[in-house]
């Protein structure tokens, strides 16, 4: 590699985004949508970016049904596997680096929702595993949805509104609230394009619904609690808008140690232990309590857990009393 050639290459790999490509591709063949969302960059910028990589024979591009890959390319002389030793040796050293463990749990949940969608993971069958064509998590819980009660619900922190839409599949009404303005439009924009009518969307904090009381059958908490500023005050709202016999829902990450979603992601709490939750929705009240592990993988710093608890419904003795 002569001088020019070297000063070329050290330009390129002296960007943080070209970077991170690299160490993300030496762990998964991706593709520019999984990479956009595991990078945070813009779908443009991250082509602009593989192009370049690709065109100096550091990734290689795959077509596989469909859908276009990108991975590392073998280094094509020995200048270049020099070059790539000591990237290899600087993305073994960062491996602790807090946005390189930002990026690897990004990748895991990438995984994880790959493995969820069978046009993109079922073709292969030389693991051993069963081919299932058509299998879907989304159509399992579609199908469950189907055997469900016309209740209604709340979407406590909706978000952009996938969960409520979902819901509002089998609900017989939907009430989705959420702090920010800009994700209710976001959610109301896709609701316009599902040509879903039965859903209510409100702004509102999770510790001050814009709810009256015993106002729906099941208040929905998903990946909502660690964002509020006080979780035991969001459970006890959602206690409150729940109707006696009703019932919350809490779906949330485990206790963990990943610092970085407070800048990153805003988030309040590093999730939960099951005894808090436990604890949580006893205070507020509820009985009947379950908490689970809802989904674990080895390897990925965040668990799911999912807890409930059911209002309890008043004696005709007490409420006389009452």
């Not at 206790?255 to 205070?283: I, M, N, P, T």
């Amino acid at each position: 590699m002569d001088v020019r050639q070297a000063s070329t290459v050290y330009r390129l790999l002296g960007d943080e985004a070209r970077l991170r490509l690299l160490r993300v591709l030496r762990r998964e063949r991706l593709n520019v949508t999984e990479l956009t969302g595991i990078l945070g960059l813009a779908q443009s910028g991250v082509s602009r970016h593989l192009g370049l990589l690709k065109d100096a024979g550091f990734v290689a591009e795959d077509k596989d049904a469909g859908f276009t890959y990108y991975r590392l390319a073998q280094p094509s002389n020995g200048e270049r596997r020099a070059v790539w030793a000591a990237l290899e040796e600087q993305f073994d050293q960062s491996a602790d680096d807090v946005a390189v463990r930002a990026d690897e749990a990004r990748l895991q949940e990438v995984l994880r929702l790959r493995k969820e969608n069978f046009e993109t993971h079922g073709a292969d069958t030389r693991d051993g595993r069963q081919l299932v064509p058509g299998r879907s998590w989304a159509a399992w819980s579609r199908a469950i949805g189907l055997l469900m009660p016309p209740l209604s619900v709340a979407d406590l922190g909706c978000g952009e509104g996938y969960l409520t839409i979902e819901a509002s599949r089998w609900a017989s009404r939907v009430v989705a609230v959420d702090r920010s303005d800009v994700v209710l439009e976001r959610a109301r924009d896709l609701a316009r394009r599902r040509r879903v009518t039965n859903v209510v969307w409100k702004r509102g904090e999770l510790e001050k619904l814009p709810m009256k009381d015993a106002d729906v059958d099941i208040a929905l908490l998903s990946q909502a609690l660690h964002h509020a500023n006080n979780p035991a005050r969001a459970v006890a709202e959602a206690a409150r808008v729940t109707v006696p016999g009703g019932r919350v829902l809490i779906l949330d990450l485990r206790e963990h140690q990943e610092e970085w979603v407070r800048s990153k992601l805003g988030d309040r709490s590093l999730g939960f232990r099951e005894s808090q939750l436990r604890r949580l929705l006893a205070d507020a009240g509820l009985r009947d309590l379950k908490v689970s592990v809802g989904a674990r993988k080895s390897g990925d710093p965040f668990a799911v857990l999912i807890a409930a608890g059911t209002k309890p419904v008043k004696s005709r003795k007490a409420e006389e009393e009452y």
